[in-house]
């Protein structure tokens, strides 16, 4: 069982920037692909960024592209999403997603491991 734990989340203004992180305990292995999903009020949860569990390949979403930066530091166990340049329509629970397999993947299908979630919240 793997259990997974977010952290960074905020208050921010708009154009303002927020690192979040996400730490995997239980049992663990840096050989999993990671994500980062997010769900605003009234809407459905959608997909944020991916990577592989080599770190070497990462995805998208097309709104956060160029702003939003993921990445892993296998010797710690932890992944990372850089958040840049950030618009109010970037409030939403965010949500860190991990499964055993080289990944990344865009669909919250593919993940069996998914963590409470952490706020973050852009004022205008």
């Known amino acids: 069982q793997v259990q997974l734990v977010e952290s960074g989340g905020g208050l921010v203004q708009a154009g303002g920037s927020l690192r979040l992180s996400c730490t995997p305990s239980g049992r663990t292995s840096s050989r999993y692909a990671m994500g980062w999903f997010r769900q605003a009020p009234g809407k459905e949860r959608e997909f944020v960024a991916a990577?592989?569990?080599?770190?070497?390949?990462?995805n998208y979403a097309d709104s956060v592209k160029g702003r939003f930066t993921i990445s892993r530091e296998n010797a710690k166990n932890s992944v990372y999403l850089q958040m840049s340049s950030l618009i109010p329509e970037d409030t939403a629970v965010y949500y860190c997603a991990a499964d055993y397999a080289h990944g990344p993947f865009s669909l919250a299908s593919s993940y069996k491991y998914w963590g409470q979630g952490t706020q973050v919240t852009v004022s205008s």
């Open positions: 990577i592989s569990w080599s770190g070497g390949s990462t």
